[in-house]
């Protein structure tokens, strides 16, 4: 791993903080330096204990002033605010890594009042086994630099894959993948219950359900069926009586969540 990434800082020290030190430390990355900032004492009392190669800094302009490439894992509502107050202790070269949705590159930038290397990230949970789908857009200069935009390329993919998408579709993707998993893991549980209660062990349930899934998955993206074909594979839908109703809160929902982010 070059240079360029052995020193990082997190401005907040919640889950997703939490999953991208989980995912490095999976892949045996070394810093020299991993500092993490965040107003909550309890969040840092967790960090430290999770992490112990983790220095809980006094400020975010400890985290600013000293590491090279700095996390914002942050809400929306907060990261201007935190730009600010970093704004005079960033360096010009310090590269910006915006965890965030609404907020765009320009917006960072011009609050920064520098035009520092600005990448702005859709973190996707997975990443805490190395198996994120991670959406990621760079700003021009990045693009520009075939050299960093490189290194910088193959240092993300340690969290699993990372898409390169136009800056404009990093909401959709907050949407879909970001919070995708939300959407599907408590249906997985529940079948891993009944499965249970059914009689099954509990490595046969998760063993099923997991080869379950992969296969309908496969057979709905990658089998060349139409979607009515892959619905027809199967005689009897227990819930299709109720699918006009879930489509609608998938639609209801989603959108709404959808407009309150989009810059």
Not at 15 to 38: M, Y
Not at 71 to 97: C, G, K, M, N, Y
Not at 121 to 139: C, E, L, Q
């Amino acid at each position: 791993m070059e240079r360029i990434v052995r020193s990082i800082g997190f401005l907040g020290g919640g889950r997703v903080t939490r999953i991208l030190l989980q995912a490095f430390a999976n892949k045996n990355l070394s810093f020299d330096c991993i500092k993490v900032f965040d107003r909550d004492p309890d969040k840092l009392q967790k960090i430290a204990s999770f992490c112990s190669s983790c220095h809980v800094a006094e400020s975010a302009s400890e985290v600013a002033s000293s590491c090279r490439m700095v996390f914002l894992a942050l809400h929306p509502q907060d990261l201007l605010t935190a730009l600010q107050e970093i704004s005079s202790d960033v360096s010009p070269d310090t590269i910006i890594i915006s965890l965030a949705p609404k907020i765009t590159i320009a917006q960072i930038q011009s609050t920064l009042g520098k035009l520092n290397p600005v990448i702005r990230m859709i973190p996707n949970a997975p990443s805490v086994i190395n198996k994120g789908y991670n959406a990621v857009a760079y700003s021009e200069d990045i693009r520009k630099n075939a050299e960093l935009h490189a290194l910088l390329c193959n240092f993300f993919s340690s969290l699993g894959e990372c898409t390169e998408t136009d800056e404009k579709n990093l909401e959709a993707y907050a949407v879909i993948t970001g919070m995708g998993p939300t959407y599907l893991w408590f249906q997985f549980h529940e079948l891993i219950t009944i499965a249970r209660e059914l009689g099954l062990e509990e490595k046969e349930a998760r063993e099923a359900i997991a080869h379950m899934v992969k296969g309908s998955i496969d057979t709905l993206l990658n089998s060349n069926l139409t979607y009515e074909d892959v619905l027809d594979l199967i005689p009897f839908h227990p819930f299709g009586q109720h699918h006009e109703t879930i489509r609608k809160i998938y639609q209801e929902t989603l959108t709404k969540i959808y407009q309150k982010i989009k810059p």
